[in-house]
């Protein structure tokens, strides 16, 4: 497999952090941050596999409290070192940081143009976190009419989106809300860059969505993607923590890793956004200031930061198709509009029992851990509750037991169970949960779907299962896989996820594809000409 190829242009941080700079040096005042250091980009880059050359616009003398001493690199020595890397070695994606003057800034741009307008990230470093214009005026302008039209992402956070659009003449209120945080963005889009995202670490919002006034409000932050015509919000609950040394380049370096081994740009930030985080919350202290984020937290030679196995599961392109056809299949549709007949209900129910009970035994005397037994008796316990709230549910509509029994013969349910039953027979126990995993996330998430959209036929024959599928109020169907939504479940699974290698993450993925396959193979039966031409209830 060949090794992809990243470019960084941007200053050196002698403490291997983030740059850090002075408002000015020689009165020697207050130290502030800047931001993107080659040191951590190369960290960054190192952890996803990828391979970092360098290209330096400044060296600095610093540590975690502050620069001592800077000294710029002339932008002509700039372009020998961008000449010499991709000459011989080439490049699949250049991120830039730090750019330090306007003569360094038209190098890049030159670069840029001369060798194909390569796919770029594009670290803003303008401001300070205390407000002050780290380049000046000529720089900002050159950046903004010549890199930006060449940019494929760019990230800056709000000061550095309000410095950009002000030299532009456009103004803007300053953000009061999540609504306002997506104006700026699209505004900054306007000026060039493919894609914007908007760093939220600035202002993190309160529960109600408006711009937090004070430290106790801080409740969520909020990234916004912008491409020209769809906005992506990626959320994160608001870290208190020190250690945020480097999180602007390493966010940067991040994306262009992720974006150099084939994601799309959505799933690039994406994935780049929770490696930060997680980077933020497994950090550890260093020096006397603010100290950087661990940037190996998971080597990074698994395809997620920890914590987020099931997201990745969700977003991996051989998941997504499968996963959108499962919850948006026609079933599902009949369902929320009440026009599915009656007689077809039962499908929903039967596989409860056939899936689950046996190979969940069958598991669960295989269990080597705690938390696996723990993980498999409560799912059984519960699945064993779901199947009699079931049963009795349909004898509300005049289904008998018999009839349900009946629909267990099906092909489906036969293939379904074979799939389930070899796997607990002989894969490990994790494996089998994986499994489990589309039916119990599923249902959850259509019936809540179903239950959110204005669309749905309120007071429809169904509206009950959608009720309870999407609660766990006493009473609900969601109380009866309780422990497999909101319990022990998810933490065994990304437990158990962060423990592969990178090769069983990707059988991983095509168990849990299978098994989304075999869920949608319930709901097709429906609609064979066999079942289709039975009289309809």
């Known amino acids: 497999m060949d090794k992809k190829r990243i470019l960084l242009i941007a200053g050196s941080d002698s403490s291997g952090g983030a740059l850090v700079g002075l408002a000015s040096l020689l009165r020697r005042t207050t130290l502030i941050e800047v931001g993107s250091g080659l040191e951590a980009d190369q960290k960054?880059?190192?952890?996803?596999?990828?391979?970092?050359?360098?290209?330096?616009?400044?060296?600095t003398a610093q540590n975690t409290t502050g620069v001592f001493a800077i000294h710029h690199i002339p932008s002509s020595f700039v372009e020998q070192q961008i000449d010499a890397c991709i000459t011989d070695i080439g490049v699949d994606v250049v991120k830039t940081g730090m750019m330090a003057s306007?003569?360094?800034?038209?190098?890049?741009?030159?670069?840029?143009?001369?060798?194909?307008?390569?796919?770029?990230?594009?670290?803003?470093?303008?401001?300070?976190?205390?407000?002050?214009?780290?380049?000046?005026?000529?720089?900002?302008?050159?950046?903004?009419e010549r890199i930006l039209p060449l940019t494929t992402v760019l990230t800056p956070n709000s000061p550095e989106a309000k410095l950009l659009l002000q030299n532009a003449g456009i103004k803007l209120p300053n953000p009061q809300s999540l609504d306002d945080l997506i104006a700026v963005a699209k505004a900054v889009h306007s000026l060039g860059p493919s894609y914007v995202l908007l760093k939220g670490g600035h202002l993190p919002l309160s529960k109600d969505g408006t711009v937090s006034s004070a430290d106790a409000e801080k409740h969520i932050v909020v990234d916004v993607l912008y491409d020209g015509a769809q906005v992506t919000l990626i959320e994160a609950d608001y870290l208190d923590s020190k250690n945020t040394h480097g999180t602007g380049c390493s966010l940067a370096s991040a994306i262009a890793s992720n974006i150099a081994l084939g994601h799309s740009i959505s799933n690039a930030v994406q994935n780049a956004c929770r490696y930060v985080e997680a980077g933020i919350r497994t950090s550890f202290d260093l020096g006397q200031g603010s100290g950087p984020i661990n940037h190996f937290h998971s080597s990074y030679f698994l395809p997620f930061a920890p914590g987020r196995f099931v997201e990745y599961l969700l977003s991996h392109a051989a998941v997504k198709q499968v996963w959108k056809a499962y919850i948006e299949h026609e079933f599902v549709q009949r369902i929320a509009d009440g026009s599915l007949p009656l007689h077809l209900y039962p499908i929903l129910i039967p596989q409860q029992g056939i899936k689950f009970t046996q190979a969940l035994a069958l598991t669960t005397s295989k269990s080597q851990s705690a938390i696996e037994?723990?993980?498999?008796?409560?799912?059984?316990?519960?699945?064993?509750?779901?199947?009699?709230?079931?049963?009795?549910?349909?004898?509300?509509?005049?289904?008998?037991?018999?009839?349900?029994?009946s629909v267990l013969q099906d092909s489906a349910s036969y293939l379904y169970t074979s799939y389930l039953l070899n796997l607990a027979h002989s894969s490990p126990p994790f494996n089998f949960h994986l499994a489990c995993l589309p039916c119990v996330l599923g249902y959850s998430q259509i019936a809540q779907s179903i239950k959110d959209s204005t669309k749905s036929v309120r007071r429809s024959r169904y509206w009950e299962w959608v009720e309870r599928y999407s609660e766990t109020g006493k009473g609900s169907y969601g109380e009866g896989v309780v422990q497999a939504r909101g319990g022990v479940f998810p933490e065994f699974l990304e437990e158990g996820a962060v423990k592969m290698s990178a090769s069983q993450a990707g059988e991983l993925v095509k168990v849990f594809a299978k098994a989304t396959e075999l869920e949608i193979g319930f709901w097709d039966l429906a609609f064979t000409d066999r079942i289709a031409s039975e009289v309809i209830t």
């Open 44 to 59: 960054v880059i190192a952890a996803h596999g990828c391979y970092a050359m360098t290209a330096t616009t400044a060296l």
């Open 102 to 144: 306007a003569e360094t800034v038209d190098v890049i741009a030159d670069v840029l143009e001369r060798y194909g307008r390569p796919v770029s990230v594009v670290d803003p470093v303008m401001v300070s976190t205390t407000g002050a214009q780290l380049l000046p005026n000529s720089a900002v302008f050159k950046l903004r």
């Open 373 to 405: 037994t723990t993980a498999s008796t409560s799912a059984l316990l519960s699945i064993s509750q779901e199947i009699a709230l079931s049963t009795a549910y349909c004898a509300t509509f005049g289904i008998s037991l018999a009839e349900l029994q």
